[in-house]
């Protein structure tokens, strides 16, 4: 399904392009890394015959360009993008639902502890908070390798010693309509994989964020951050198919374990009736 509404809008230092599909449940999808609204489309298409989908491009990525020269990102103001489209597409008392993987993950978390009243509920799938494992010294400075790898001997390499989070393998290839690869390992990849989430803040916004991964990457590094987020505020880990972008590779069956966990939070009065149903 092709979007049937596009724009971008005006934020502090950046335009922001999205796409909206469908109607119902308003639905942010937020993508990570060097992705763009691209990554989500497939998912987005299933999804929205049951939800109003936005996805967009993270600023610096693709259609979403600065207003000056690149800089380092910041959660913090990724996460206030994300409101400012909240902000203009939803409605004022309209539900919001979030779904944010890798990257996208941190900034929804961030996100709902900003706006707790604004979210109804957050998917928090895979985002790398390496600063919160035990043994976090040694990634981090396997990341500050691959910049400076980069740096020094060009993509090929780097993107070599990265595999390092996701398994040994090499990352998965992702759509996007640019390839933002040199701002990702320029000005994405320290600052992020730096951030520490608020944890006493998510232990006030627990009830509201939903911890998930990938079935087939539950052995990788990238992996590792959500079982012990999930494991420190005592709540099950939502596996769904596929690996660390399973919604790229695996979009109906995605799209499916998403909309139960979504229609589980919905007030009773926005859920789907059942055929057959009544009241007694």
């Keep these: 399904m092709n979007p049937s509404n596009s724009g971008t809008l005006a934020v502090p230092g950046a335009k922001i392009y999205y796409e909206v599909r469908g109607e119902g449940r308003f639905l942010l999808l937020i993508g990570g890394g060097n992705s763009d609204a691209a990554v989500y489309k497939r998912l987005a298409a299933v999804l ?6 936005v996805t967009y491009d993270p600023r610096g990525n693709s259609r979403s360009v600065l207003d000056g020269p690149p800089v380092d ?12 489209l909240i902000e203009h597409l939803a409605g004022p008392d309209e539900p919001v639902y979030v779904f944010g993987s890798c990257s996208g993950g941190l900034i929804a978390l961030e996100l709902t502890i900003r706006h707790p009243d604004r979210i109804r509920l957050t998917i928090a799938h895979e985002p790398p908070a390496l600063s919160i494992l035990p043994d976090a010294a040694d990634h981090l400075a396997l990341l500050d390798d691959v910049c400076l790898t980069y740096r020094r001997e060009g993509m090929a390499p780097a993107l070599t010693k990265l595999q390092a989070l996701h398994g040994g393998r090499p990352a998965p290839v992702l759509p996007e309509v640019h390839d933002n690869t040199d701002f990702f390992l320029t000005h994405f990849v ?24 990938g079935h087939a990457s539950r052995g990788d590094l990238v992996h590792r951050p959500v079982r012990a987020l999930a494991d420190r505020f005592g709540r099950d880990l939502e ?33 789907p009736q059942r055929a057959g149903g009544g009241g007694s």
Aim: proline share 7%; net charge negative.
């Design 239 to 271: 596996l769904f198919p596929g690996g660390h972008v399973g919604y790229a590779r695996y979009p109906a069956d995605f799209a499916e374990q998403l909309d139960e966990i979504l229609t589980a939070a919905a007030p009773t009065a926005d859920r």
């Design 190 to 213: 320290r600052p992020f994989t730096r951030f520490v989430p608020d944890l006493s803040a998510l232990e006030e916004v627990a009830d509201k964020v939903v911890w998930a991964g």
């Design 73 to 84: 990102q910041k959660v913090e103001e990724h996460a206030d993008d994300a409101y400012r």
């Design 48 to 53: 929205a015959g049951s939800h109003r989908v």
